[in-house]
């Protein structure tokens, strides 16, 4: 099969298109035909190995982890002996931890689902990792209820895009911190105010919320809690913090030391991507409260360009590859 392999960790030109052998299912995973994948920041940091922290985890001198991706959608080509619930044939989609850049790639059950008829797999593509990590930012690590006032510090990114429209199904009015090339999509995500960042700096403004998401992690944390009303909130979501030894680990570390002294500050959360949560993100798109927004898609053999694209930090949406039919 083909796939995009690395061997070592770098820039985008480590990365290399070759025929690889197809993956065997074990008894409990299912063997998907990919059609889409995605990619996000995680797949850069990985591909880059840092901050350098992470490969106590990921490989110390090259990465264990050598196909990209994580998000995939397609058909199921064959399952374990052990699977139920699904069977050849079946469109599903969900996160694989095998590398989704790839012709296949083997799935755990729990991280996957059916994909719905009135989904293509470009959208479903879009949904799994920035999908669950917006829920549970918002609904459980933020707790939103209807009537809070709730901003969203990139909120035209991958997770930003879902948490806007998440706060807003859950009554929340919400306010969306972008660039001014992405206002009118904060407008059409369902933000009630949207804050163009090169022009004001909602840490010195007035207004207080009772949760801030921040995607982005421009700002120090206290300056970015002066921001909160009392009792609420800041939630640290972000993977871009510079510093090639600890970066957007060493934030979510501080983050949770200050929390246990701190209320307003938030302790940082890890969204484990699992079947039940793409479940409910299924749910609120059938509502017509929530949309996947597509950036750009780019062919298999043009994976390293994606990744070039994505680490200039101004994608709008997801960014996708056409893998297979």
Sequence with gaps: MKAVVQDEYGSPDVLELRDIEKPVPKDDEVLVRVEKAALHIGDLMLMKGEPYIMRLGAGLRRPKKRIPGFDFAGRVEAVG??????????????????????EYSVVPTDKLVHK???????????????????LRGIRDAGKVEAGDKVL?????????????????????????????????????????HV?????????????????????????????????????????????????????????????GIISMFVKAQGRPFYSQVKSQD????????????????????????????????????HASGKTVIAVGD
Excluded at 122 to 127: L, N
Excluded at 243 to 253: K, Q, T
Excluded at 287 to 309: H, K, N, Q, S
């Design 152 to 192: 969203i510090n990139g909120a035209t990114g991958g997770v930003g895009m879902y948490a806007v429209q998440i706060a807003k199904a859950l009554g929340a009015e919400v306010t969306a911190v972008c660039g001014p090339s992405n206002v009118e999509l904060a407008k059409q995500l369902g933000a009630d």
């Design 116 to 134: 719905p008829g009135g989904l293509s797999a470009e959208e479903a593509v879009a949904i799994p990792v920035s999908g669950v990590t917006a």
């Design 195 to 255: 804050i163009d960042y090169t022009q004001d700096d909602f840490t010195k403004g007035e207004a207080r919320y009772d949760l801030i998401l921040d995607n982005v992690a421009n700002r120090p944390l206290a300056e970015v809690r002066n921001s909160v009303a009392e009792g609420g909130v800041l939630i640290s979501n972000s993977a871009r913090s510079k510093g090639r030894w600890f970066g957007a680990v060493g934030r979510m570390m501080q983050a």
């Design 81 to 102: 002996k052990e699977v139920r619930g699904f069977q050849t044939g079946d469109e599903v989609f969900g996160e694989t931890n095998g590398g989704s850049c790839a």
């Design 278 to 313: 793409m479940v409910d993100l299924i749910a609120f798109i059938d509502a017509g409260e929530l949309r996947p927004i597509i950036d750009r898609t780019y062919p298999l053999a043009e994976v390293a360009e994606a990744m070039r694209y994505i680490s200039g930090g």
